[in-house]
């Protein structure tokens, strides 16, 4: 069974600049996360999923992050400006539904740095 | 709000050293408790899960036990490997608030 997959792995941009980051989670996973993991930190969740209606969006900063999950499956973040301080890793996770919020599996991530 | 500590690390030991990591929490009520395990250039995965005071989870020769009179539930292994090397975090399932929070994660790193 594949994994939780995440896409580009390493990005790098200028403030200022967009970004976005994809993640197909593992098939048939109807829960989705969102996390940020900040260097020395643990993930902490920026907005949760429930098919394709955001649950739990209490963390992100929306005045500069969207997120969209469209058709229930994928999944694609966005920062609109980046500033230095979203440098992070972004992780990606997914559990086989709400009952079992607490069975993740996360993808490998993406490094974004902004320089 | 809920929360986990860690010890911090680095910690370094030499292979068949015997680890531990301690961890502990605050939580209203009762929650999950878990450590995961990141590898270099992967995503977390999960090592091992108690749900329940008392309760030991084990896997891969790494245990550990839910205590719930001193909150904690610290991360062990007899004898660990070099490709034991990662960062271990802990975690606990929050039922009050429906998400997974994490400590800040420990580091090992283990020497031939």
């Known amino acids: 069974e594949a994994g939780v997959v995440q896409s580009p792995r390493y990005k790098i941009i200028e403030k200022k600049q967009p970004v976005a980051f994809w993640c197909n989670p593992i098939s048939g996973h109807n829960t989705l996360y969102w996390y940020r993991q900040n260097l020395g930190q643990g993930p902490e969740l920026l907005i949760r999923?429930?098919?394709?209606?955001?649950?739990?969006d209490s963390q992100l900063p929306k005045d500069r992050f969207s997120a969209e999950r469209l058709k229930g499956v994928d999944s694609t973040l966005k920062i609109q400006p980046a500033e230095l301080g979203d440098s992070a890793v972004y992780l990606c996770a997914s559990s086989p539904n709400s009952g079992r919020q607490y069975e993740q599996y996360f993808g490998p991530g993406t490094r974004l740095t902004v320089t | 709000g809920d929360s986990v500590t860690q010890m911090e690390g680095p910690v370094t030991l030499s292979e068949e050293a015997f680890l531990t990591i301690n961890c502990t929490y605050t939580?209203?009520?009762?929650?999950?408790l878990f450590w995961y395990v990141q590898y270099p250039g992967e995503g977390l995965q999960l090592l091992l899960k108690a749900t329940k005071a008392d309760d030991k989870g084990s896997n891969k020769g790494f245990e550990a036990t839910y205590r719930k009179e001193t909150t904690s539930f610290h991360l062990e292994k007899g004898s660990v490997q070099v490709s034991d090397s990662a960062v271990y975090f802990c975690?606990?399932?929050?039922?009050?608030?429906?998400?997974?929070?994490f400590g800040q994660g420990t580091t090992l790193q283990v020497k031939p």
């Open positions: 975690a606990l399932w929050s039922g009050n608030t429906g998400k997974l929070i």
């Open positions: 999923y429930e098919n394709e209606e955001a649950v739990d």
């Open positions: 939580a209203t009520g009762y929650p999950s």
